[in-house]
């Protein structure tokens, strides 16, 4: 066969996986989201996390005993188990875990942690996180409270309706992130 001939065979092969690949993982997802096995040969079900997120969420939203905030945390890590990089998640399992203890814990620290390695500035997510490590500062790393520092401020400048946080500085309960926000409040106003 002369290489003319090869190229083409080859291209139109790996298109031709390339395509059944695609068409298999679109099957499965539809499996998946009508609820049915999507794995048969491991015997996994392919998932989304969306339903496990709304349903922690509304468990969180309805909480009033200690059972309704395990619920709400047991479907959040189901989401986070299906989808790694959801922050709003993440952030979610540190609240649940403060409300919980009166206090960040070491998984909430670890994820409100992980939540800044993975986006450092998040618009969808600002105001919220500022507050949650701002009412637990004493509790927080260095390393977080420089991250936390670097999204107020940078936040607080922009001008973002979606993701001002100057509100949230002025608002501060526990009184050492209310020293750190009334600091950070000034800066912005210079």
Do not use: C
Not at 71 to 89: D, G, H
């Amino acid at each position: 066969m002369s290489r003319a001939t090869t190229i083409p065979t080859w291209k139109l092969a790996a298109s031709g996986s390339l395509a059944a690949a695609a068409a298999l993982a679109g099957a499965l997802a539809l499996l998946a989201y009508s609820g049915l096995p999507a794995f048969p040969f491991t015997g996994r079900v392919l998932g989304f996390s969306e339903p496990h997120d709304r349903r922690s969420l509304e468990a969180l939203v309805e909480a009033t005993r200690l059972e309704d905030l395990l619920r709400a945390e047991r479907e959040a890590e189901a989401a986070l188990a299906l989808s790694p990089y959801n922050n709003l998640t993440r952030l979610r399992l540190a609240y649940i875990e403060a409300e919980r203890l009166g206090r960040l814990g070491p998984q909430g620290l670890t994820h409100l942690s992980r939540s800044y390695d993975l986006v450092p500035l998040d618009a969808s997510a600002a105001p919220w996180r500022v507050r949650l490590a701002l009412e637990h500062w004493g509790q927080l790393t260095p390393e977080i409270r420089m991250a936390v520092y670097r999204e107020a401020m940078a936040f607080g400048r922009s001008g973002s309706r979606e993701a001002d946080v100057r509100p949230v500085l002025a608002s501060i309960r526990n009184p050492e992130g209310r020293l750190a926000a009334a600091l950070w409040l000034r800066a912005l106003r210079r």
